[in-house]
Each structure stands twice: as structure tokens, then as C-alpha cells.
């Protein structure tokens, strides 16, 4: 079992009490008795539903290497059978572990954060620069006040590179975790209108992300969106913050990281780019160009910690979506009980991560994008899109005209905010509205026919995912059926 960290380490870093005989080390760090790993520390965190303290014994029974406590609770916790950390609170107790990992670091870190394309730009990076290091990288989504000083726990002492990403909904979230990360480079993907029910307009939510620079290490350089209308109060920002080296991404010709050529397919994009005053071609596989814009920067990242950009624009190849952010299935469709209906194929196209209105207009782009067969449709299947305040209704409206400009003419939509746009909506855009997840279920499924491509879009929260399951459910896959004739 290779050590993350050994105890004497993982005591002192933390100020920790320790109890009962110490194992030499721990294999990783769990917050969670469920994926806990055996070797694993267990940190019982207390968030906002639960409490970990209560699956302590949970954590045991997998094999925790030992348990981080916090002292107020010890008296309830009973005799437990293995080794414990007493500390004061666990999640500031994790902050420590995660300044100290970052402390005994040599590897060149990189920070994600914006409106859109965060999760995307940082699984990117961690694919590109496994093609030249060991690379660690935030797991799923952990962006957010606990997340990252997990991920930072984490690293290992000996990787190369590391990624992390950083999000937030107000103002002062991100300040105090990129200080813990200390990046050498930071990216800032596009400022869009997410969690506009938290600021009162899009410049405060530059501002907001734009606290990432304030970590930055001497030296370091930022990496913004030159194509977004938001660049210059970043760059000002940037350097207002001590950054001396700001660099831009984008179509714009005065971009360091400049696209030249761009051909956008089905199922891949080829690109060139000029990159440090490198020419790069490279094939992006997956589609859309958003994905584009978010290998811009990845390129420039990539460039600006040294990483050999041939092997880097090579591992674009082996790009794909992940899922609820872009990800596709190939269903088959047993067709209808008459010949003007035979069997094929249904393209699902599933976004059902994440929405604001401009990832909307992303997805819309890339389902208007997605060739149809025989006589199938392009529908787009769209929740509300969640944290707008009172900007909520007009913003769903507005992709009215989104929607009209693209060659999707059939819209399935669910959410009480959705109400707003299927009253947007003209007559010749065929519309199918209901209140939830539940109602749309049976017409979307019943609706389908072969040569369809269905993109499902909405706010996590509205459970959209439930719709994705439900066709992945109800038609196999490809190869699946394929396996079954």
C-alpha cells in the first residue's frame, strides 16, 4: 500500500491529538463511509444534512486506516475500534491538511474557474497532461468550500501537475480557496448570467471570479476568455490584483492563444492554433464550439507550465464528454407497428448537469449541429435553469429566439420557470410543456421515433437526469442491441 501520508504527518499538519495506536500512514482521504476505500482516513465532516460523525462505526466496518473527529463530539461516538485524530473541527482540520499538501509540492498547479465550461476545461487539462506527468485533478465537481481542500488533501506528494477547479455563487467563496491552492496558472473560462439571482449584474459576477487572481503565485499568469465581453474588467482586475502576465484565448485577433482554422463536425472538431508562437493542429474529440473555446485556454495552460504541446494537442483525440455535460448514447429504436416506421436509431445527447443561458446556447448549437436520419427530429428538451432571482423569467423567455434561430423545431419543456418560454414560443415550434420531471416523462418517451436526436438540458436541481435514465432505460444501446440480434 503506498502512503499519502504518513501519521506523524497527517497528526502535525492537522495539530491533531491522536488515540490509540497510529497505522505507519493512510492510502487516501474519504469523506463518505460509502466509497470509503479501505487504508482510507475518514473525516467526519459535519455539512448542512448530515453529520459524518454519525457513520463512524460505517466507516470501520469498510476499513478506515482511522477517524478524524472533532473533540466536542468524542463523548458520543462511544468505544470505537480504531484510530482516531482528535481535533478541534474536522473541516477546518481538512483546510490544514490541505495547506500542508500544498506546501510540500513541486508540481506546476493550474485553477479553473468561470460561468460555464469549469468541469469541462479541468477534465481537459487532466487528460492532456497525463500524455507528460503524473497529473491530480479535482474528482467530479469538488469546487466548493470542502471540495477543494479535499481534492488539495489528496494530492500526492510526487505529481507533476495538478488541477483544480473552484466555483461559487457569492462574492468572497473563491478568494479564500485559491489562497489555499496558490495556482501558477489561472483560467477564467467565461463570465455568463449563472447564479445572477445572487448579484445584480454580470460585472459582479466578474468581479466575484475574478477573486482567483488574488492566489496566484509571484510569477503567475492568467488565462481569460478574449473573446468574452467581460475581458477587459478582467484583465484590469488581474492586474489590479499584481498579476503582471494576462493572456487571452480566443478568435480575437489579438489573443496569445489564437484559433486560425476551426471545422466543426458531429462528433469531433479539427482545429488550428496558434499557441506561444507555436503552430498547433489538433482534433478535438468531442464536439461543439464551446469544447473549442475551453481548448483554447487548456492549450495555453498547458503551454504556460511547460508541457510538451505536441503530446498535449495529441491526447485531444481521445477527448469525450462526460455525463450530464455533453455526453452521447447511440439508443435503438424498435420503430412502430408499420412500415412507415421501421426501426433505427436515436442520438441522446445528454446535458442535464448543468444550465444557464450560455451553456443553453452551446447546447443548442451543438444538438443543431447533430445530423439527423431518415425522418427524425431534433428536439430539445429543456429544464429550468436555476439561482437567475428576478432576471429568471425574461432570461427563459429570451431563448425564444434562440431556439427559433437554430433547426430544432421541436421543444419539450418542464419546470415551473420553463412556463415563460413555452409561452415565448411561436406557433411553429411544436411545444410540449409540463410542470416537472414526472408529467414530461411518459410524453417525451412516448413522442420518440427513429432517426431522433434528443438533447435533454436543465439545472441539476430540476432532475432532469431522471429523463436521460428513463430513455437509457427504455432503448438499449447500440451495441447492446446489436449484441442481442
Known amino acids: 500500500m503506498s502512503l499519502l501520508w504518513t501519521s506523524e504527518a497527517l497528526v502535525a499538519a492537522m495539530d491533531g491529538r491522536p488515540l490509540g495506536p497510529m497505522p505507519d500512514g493512510i492510502s487516501g482521504i474519504s469523506i463518505d463511509s460509502r466509497s470509503l476505500q479501505p487504508g482510507d482516513a ?16 460505517a466507516a470501520i466496518k469498510a476499513g478506515a486506516g482511522v477517524l478524524v473527529v472533532a473533540e466536542g463530539k468524542l463523548p458520543s461516538l462511544g468505544r470505537l475500534t480504531a484510530p482516531i485524530i482528535v481535533v478541534e473541527d474536522v473541516l477546518v482540520a ?15 498547479i493550474i485553477a479553473v474557474t468561470g460561468s460555464a465550461g469549469k468541469t469541462t476545461t479541468k477534465e481537459a487539462l487532466r487528460l492532456v497532461l497525463q500524455a507528460v506527468g503524473k497529473v491530480h485533478a479535482s474528482a467530479q465537481s469538488f469546487n466548493n468550500h470542502w471540495g477543494v481542500p479535499l481534492t488539495l488533501a489528496r494530492m500526492p506528494d510526487d505529481c507533476d501537475y495538478a488541477v483544480f477547479e473552484i466555483g461559487m455563487n457569492h462574492p468572497d467563496e473563491i478568494r479564500p480557496l485559491v489562497k489555499m491552492v496558490r495556482p501558477h496558472v489561472a483560467i477564467v473560462t467565461m463570465i455568463a448570467a449563472a447564479h445572477l439571482g445572487f448579484f445584480r449584474n454580470l460585472d459582479e459576477i466578474a468581479k466575484a471570479k475574478a477573486e482567483i487572481f488574488e492566489g496566484l503565485e509571484p510569477e503567475g499568469a492568467a488565462v481569460l476568455n478574449r473573446d468574452d465581453a467581460r475581458f477587459k474588467l478582467l484583465d484590469k482586475m488581474a492586474h489590479a490584483a499584481g498579476v503582471e502576465h494576462v493572456y487571452g484565448f480566443g478568435e480575437n485577433a489579438r489573443s496569445t492563444f489564437k484559433l486560425t482554422k476551426c471545422e466543426l463536425h458531429a462528433d469531433h472538431s479539427d482545429i488550428i492554433a496558434r ?29 504556460l507550465v511547460g508541457a510538451d504541446l505536441d503530446k498535449v494537442a495529441s491526447a485531444l483525440t481521445d477527448l469525450s464528454a462526460e455525463r450530464g455535460r455533453g455526453k452521447r448514447h447511440m439508443l435503438r429504436h424498435s420503430g412502430g407497428s408499420t412500415s412507415s416506421h421501421p426501426g433505427g436509431s436515436i442520438t441522446l445527447i445528454d446535458e442535464s448537469y448543468n444550465a444557464n ?34 432576471h429568471s423569467a425574461k432570461l427563459h423567455a429570451a431563448l425564444a429566439d434562440l431556439i427559433v434561430g437554430t433547426g430544432t423545431r421541436t421543444v419539450f419543456l418542464g419546470g415551473p420557470e420553463m412556463r ?5 414560443l411561436p406557433a411553429e415550434i411544436e411545444t410540449e410543456y409540463r410542470a416537472g420531471v414526472e408529467e414530461l416523462r ?22 432532469f437526469a ?20
Open 94 to 108: 481538512l483546510e490544514k491538511l490541505g495547506v500542508a499538501s500544498r506546501a510540500r509540492s513541486s508540481a506546476k
Open 420 to 424: 415563460a418560454l413555452a409561452e415565448a
Open 442 to 463: 411518459p410524453v417525451l418517451l412516448a413522442a420518440l421515433k427513429p432517426g431522433d436526436v434528443v438533447m435533454i438540458k436543465s439545472s441539476k436541481g430540476i432532475g
Open 275 to 303: 499557441i506561444g508562437g507555436h503552430e498547433v493542429t489538433a482534433r478535438i474529440g468531442a464536439p461543439g464550439r464551446h469544447m473549442v473555446q475551453n481548448v483554447l485556454a487548456v492549450l495555453g495552460a498547458a503551454h
Open 42 to 57: 475518514f473525516f467526519a465532516i459535519k455539512g448542512e444534512a448530515m453529520d459524518g460523525h454519525d457513520f463512524a462505526t
Open 357 to 390: 443561458p450560455a451553456s443553453m446556447a452551446a447546447a443548442m448549437a451543438l444538438l443543431n449541429a447533430t445530423p439527423v436520419t431518415g425522418e427524425g427530429r431534433r428536439i430539445a428538451v429543456l429544464g429550468d435553469m436555476l439561482e437567475l432571482g428576478d
Open 466 to 485: 431522471k429523463l436521460v435514465d428513463a430513455l437509457l432505460g427504455k432503448f438499449p444501446a447500440e451495441s447492446t442491441a446489436r449484441k442481442q440480434t
